[in-house]
């Protein structure tokens, strides 16, 4: 497919744009069993054997938990205006309801303080899969109840944080938890029923919106919005079969999402197609579900990496459909096609259909097998080249009239890939794992100059 320029103009983003990097709690944290913080599904899927590449777990992962202000200081040196993190519930709820862990919050607090006196805006992820095991033992994300709890965790939350952060995400890639995690068994906690995660993404969609909720009256002058992982979907010809397809996988990965979130009633097509296991069918859409999950947002959180090409292929599957692998492209490590136009197509297409208010990527990157050089620097132009194309992507789709806002890097920092473990590096900056050595790669460099060079342009 077509790629846009490779180096991206720093002068056409506007005044205000956001510049940040991001990253999860459970991927960086480490003190997995400290200051009371309980269990969560990815301990104990971690200590699963078979279920994490070399049996890896987050019990350490960057030690960031220790390193806090050392780390504030790495996102200060890389000129970023936002960070964007997410809060470990079970380090503030460990029972999963009722008592609140007061170390916890201390902890969050501390990162908001630090975060701020260093002018950096701090954008809080309240749900980044790490759910308290105590929950997935009465049922998890198939419950009703897990969402209702999401809810008043979230209460905690903005009440002890709401006064010093001022954006907010409920919950990171639906998608992922629910599919992953309890349809395909490839995440935390295994499963794979597929009716199981139908019923899991109502109720993380659920949780979104008591997460809305939950802003709104602690934090009336706050910025809310979800974060959904997207991809966009072509057909692989032009066939009607193939666009069907298409369209099929579309339901899948994004209108599922999307369609109630922006208010309207799950995409008909779609809950045809899942029969019996949709949650319609299984009697879990409740009335007043779809008012609490359409609640009006301020942005809509894009995390996006890659494209799909699909074609029709009976007996493939649930949806007939096969992923194909285009000759010619370039692939990062996890073998995800570098698709940066998608990125332009899919905001455009986002803006028509949905009419966000605003759109922040919240997540783009790629993974690629670095190495330390002798000199101690880490040349990772695959990587640099990747950002540069998807930011100059975003300049593409602003200028096509979406509402970009702002972009976050994933990730912060080489971290806990989750099913692959410590092998795939995101970061901008690398880690060494034995030492917990940090070392800002060549693509750290090209984006701290770039967003510096952004915001200078801002002060002219
Ligand atoms: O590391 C993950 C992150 O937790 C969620 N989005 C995708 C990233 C890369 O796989």
């Not at 993190?85 to 079970?90: D, L």
Request: hydrophobic share 40%.
């Amino acid at each position: 497919m077509t790629q846009p320029k490779t180096e991206p103009n720093p002068q056409r983003f506007p005044p205000r744009f956001t510049w940040g990097v991001a990253t999860s709690s459970y991927q960086i944290e480490g003190a997995a069993h400290e200051d009371g913080r309980s269990p969560s599904i990815w301990d104990t899927f971690c200590a699963t054997p078979g279920k994490v590449l070399n049996g890896e777990n987050g019990d350490v992962a960057c030690d960031h938990y220790h390193r806090l202000d050392t780390d504030l200081d790495l996102i200060q040196s890389m000129g970023v205006n936002a960070y964007r993190f997410s809060v470990a519930w079970p380090r503030i709820v460990p029972d999963g309801r009722g008592r609140t862990n007061q170390a916890g919050l201390d902890f969050y607090s501390r990162l908001v303080d630090g975060l701020l006196t260093r002018n950096i805006t701090p954008w809080l992820t309240l749900y980044h899969w790490d759910l308290p095991q105590v929950l997935q033992d009465k049922g998890g994300w198939p419950a009703r109840d897990t969402a209702l709890a999401l809810g008043d965790y979230a209460d905690v939350v903005t009440t002890a944080l709401g006064d010093r952060v001022k954006h907010w995400i409920t919950i990171n890639e639906p998608w992922v938890a629910a599919f992953l995690g309890y349809g395909n068994g490839i995440h935390a906690p295994g499963h794979t029923d597929l009716a199981e995660s139908f019923a899991a993404s109502h109720h993380l969609l659920l949780a979104h919106g008591l997460g809305v909720q939950a802003v709104r009256k602690n934090v009336p002058d706050a910025q809310v919005g979800i974060t959904l992982n997207l991809a966009a979907a072509y057909p692989a010809t032009d066939s009607e079969a193939d666009k069907a397809a298409a369209w099929r996988q579309d339901g899948f990965a994004n209108r599922w999402y999307l369609d109630p979130v922006f208010g309207q009633d799950y995409p008909q097509d779609f809950v045809e197609l899942l029969g019996a296991a949709s949650p319609q069918a299984q009697g879990l859409v409740l009335p007043g579900d779809l008012e609490m999950i359409g609640a009006k947002t301020d942005f809509l959180g894009v995390n996006m990496y890659t494209r799909s090409v699909v074609e029709d292929a009976p007996g493939e599957g649930f949806m007939n459909v096969r992923g194909l692998r285009p000759e010619g492209s370039e692939y990062t490590g996890f073998d995800w096609e570098v698709a940066p136009q998608s990125l332009t197509d899919l905001m455009l297409r986002l803006q028509k259909d949905y009419n966000p208010a605003a759109i922040y990527i919240t997540e783009n990157g790629a993974t690629y097998p670095d190495t330390m050089n002798a000199d101690g620097s880490v040349q990772d132009d695959a990587r640099t080249r990747y950002f540069q194309q998807h930011v100059a992507a975003v300049g593409d789709a602003m200028a096509g009239g979406a509402k970009m806002a702002g972009y976050f890097a994933w990730s912060l920092m080489d971290n806990f890939e989750w099913a692959e473990g410590y092998d795939k590096r995101f970061g901008i900056v690398y880690v060494d794992f034995d030492t917990q050595v940090r070392t800002l790669k060549g693509s750290g460099q090209w984006y701290r100059d770039f967003v510096t060079r952004a915001q200078e342009g801002q002060l002219a």
